[in-house]
């Protein structure tokens, strides 16, 4: 699809929180395909909006962005009431098979569980990612729609290396800086896309839809040679390092997040364990 948006609606208008495709920020709820969609509990699929009543008469049709398909669901509240809408956009008519509709309530449904995690103030005060339970709520939902699309998705958990002599030496101000600093690397270094949170005290966990573990591996390297040019630049106070634990979902046997999570962090202490006093970040 060319264009995707969030949108959130009020009184006279709908904002655009999320946008693909398109530049503009709001336009005015009378001319909006989304409120439609808010007086319905239901994914509403226009194939050719020029054959639709409700709709072939809409100045977005002829002007910018040019609407021909629509795919709408509305997003609600933890209680229930409706916000604003997830919606797909096409400008040219089009199909939307059964699957299709499928993947637009598991990605409205991803929608709705970060406005749940804000709700319930998921977000670690510290670094500014999600916390454990944040984590939780987005990561178990994207899991769920990798299954149900028979897409890849892999999971990475972190540990800081020696994060307790930095705060026994250094102090807990030093140490909330090394954690707020590899969160920032994270961001960095993973895509947008990309679940990335804390989890622990030290530990932090990402969860990558749409790649492999050989992908992941990839990006763990950047992650090394990332925080390697930060250590060369620090030589007289701390090194960042960290031991990783890697795992491909398998559908099969990881039957919820918890069980991914499991698996990802016996291999990050068997990999903190076998290493020894190897460092991963060289510098």
Sequence with gaps: MPIALVSLI?????????RYGIN???TPREVSFCGHVMNSDEVLVVHDVCADDRFNKNAMIEAAPNIRFYAGYPLRSPDGDHLGTFCLIDKRPREFASKHISMLLELAQMVEAELLSATLATTDELTGISNRRGFNAIAGHALTMCRDMSKPATLVMFDLDDFKAINDNLGHEA???????????????????????????????VLVTGSAGSDVHLVLARLNERLARRNRGFRDQYALQFSAGVVTF??????????????????MYARKRDRSDEAIVPG
């Design 24 to 26: 503009v920020e709001a």
């Design 175 to 205: 140490g909330d800086r090394v954690l707020a600093e590899f969160a920032r690397a994270l961001l960095k270094t993973f895509r947008e896309s990309d679940v990335v949170a804390r989890i622990g005290g030290d530990e932090f966990a």
């Design 250 to 267: 398998e559908p099969e046997r990881h039957q919820d997040l918890d069980v991914l999570l499991h698996d990802a962090d016996k291999n």
């Design 10 to 18: 009020d009184r006279e208008r709908q904002w655009f929180k999320s």
